[in-house]
């Protein structure tokens, strides 16, 4: 991290970018993964094959995390066998991460015609070609609500694998009155109301129309923005939702 801080562009302060994304590239992640699975099946080529083909079926297929059920079909109880003999350790998930940073890194990248600027690790410089631009690091405390609070539009692109789980980046966003384009899935439309409190796509080409139309509309961006605020604030905030699950749990009343 010492070392990743050093070579990070310093921030400038300029915080009213097109768009705006903070968050992990997971490059270095992804290779990590990488390596440790051939360390895993060094010597198993057919093996490796096999891990090769789920994980290309799923860069196929990124709107849906597939990796379990294609491992089942492709290699039948390797997952198990790996958990027992090393661990716990879950080579899905290994493949998870690979994937997952392809997606982002792939998907974000092509926002970078339309000015997308990015906070986060050194990974992110693998897409300055596609001219998004990297920010470095930025500070947890001051920065983050400054973006939060001036970029003209954010993107969410959640982690592959935790697709049945709504970022904490999507309620920070809205809490500081940003404008969310999301990754529609089932739990993100439960809580909030696309084109009217944040908007949604499903596709790269999709996310890109969607901010480019924004892009164009201030007043529609400053009306969604608003809702969404105000529908976190009313709904989401830290408080209300642990209470919610103590309430649950039968430890305190609701409300």
């Given at each position: 991290?010492?070392?990743?801080?050093?070579?990070?562009?310093?921030?400038?302060?300029?915080?009213?970018?097109?768009?705006?994304?903070i968050?992990?590239s997971?490059?270095?992640?992804?290779?990590?993964?990488?390596?440790?699975?051939r360390?895993?099946?060094?010597?198993?080529?057919?093996?490796?094959?096999?891990?090769?083909?789920?994980?290309?079926?799923?860069?196929n297929?990124?709107?849906?995390?597939?990796?379990?059920?294609?491992?089942e079909?492709?290699?039948?109880?390797v997952?198990?066998?790996?958990?027992?003999?090393?661990?716990?350790?879950?080579?899905?998930?290994?493949l998870?991460?690979?994937?997952a940073?392809?997606?982002?890194?792939?998907?974000?990248?092509?926002?970078?015609?339309?000015?997308?600027?990015?906070?986060?690790?050194?990974?992110?410089?693998?897409?300055?070609?596609?001219g998004?631009?990297w920010?470095?690091?930025?500070?947890?405390?001051?920065?983050?609500?400054?973006?939060?609070?001036?970029?003209?539009?954010?993107?969410?692109?959640?982690?592959?694998?935790?697709?049945?789980?709504?970022?904490?980046?999507?309620f920070?966003?809205?809490?500081?009155?940003?404008?969310?384009?999301?990754?529609h899935?089932?739990?993100?439309?439960?809580?909030?109301?696309?084109?009217?409190?944040?908007?949604?796509?499903?596709?790269?080409?999709?996310?890109?129309?969607?901010?480019?139309?924004?892009?164009?509309?201030?007043?529609?961006?400053?009306?969604?923005?608003?809702?969404?605020?105000?529908?976190?604030?009313?709904?989401?905030t830290?408080?209300?939702?642990?209470?919610?699950?103590?309430?649950?749990?039968?430890?305190?009343?609701?409300?």
């Amino acid at each position: 991290l010492a070392r990743e801080a050093a070579e990070a562009p310093a921030t400038d302060g300029d915080y009213a970018v097109p768009i705006a994304f903070i968050g992990a590239s997971m490059a270095e992640s992804g290779k990590g993964m990488q390596a440790r699975l051939r360390e895993l099946f060094a010597g198993q080529p057919a093996v490796l094959e096999r891990l090769g083909k789920v994980t290309q079926i799923q860069r196929n297929d990124p709107s849906r995390w597939r990796v379990p059920e294609l491992m089942e079909t492709l290699l039948p109880g390797v997952r198990a066998k790996i958990r027992r003999e090393h661990d716990g350790l879950d080579i899905a998930m290994l493949l998870g991460e690979v994937c997952a940073a392809e997606k982002r890194l792939s998907w974000l990248a092509h926002l970078g015609g339309l000015g997308l600027h990015v906070w986060g690790d050194a990974g992110w410089s693998l897409v300055a070609a596609h001219g998004v631009t990297w920010r470095g690091w930025a500070d947890h405390f001051t920065e983050l609500p400054a973006i939060y609070a001036q970029a003209k539009v954010h993107v969410d692109v959640p982690r592959l694998y935790q697709q049945d789980a709504v970022a904490m980046r999507v309620f920070d966003v809205m809490a500081a009155g940003g404008f969310l384009v999301a990754e529609h899935s089932p739990e993100l439309v439960a809580l909030f109301k696309p084109g009217v409190e944040l908007e949604t796509y499903r596709t790269p080409a999709e996310l890109v129309a969607k901010c480019r139309f924004y892009l164009s509309q201030p007043d529609l961006r400053t009306r969604i923005a608003a809702a969404g605020k105000a529908r976190v604030l009313s709904d989401h905030t830290i408080h209300q939702r642990m209470g919610r699950i103590l309430a649950e749990m039968d430890l305190v009343p609701e409300g």
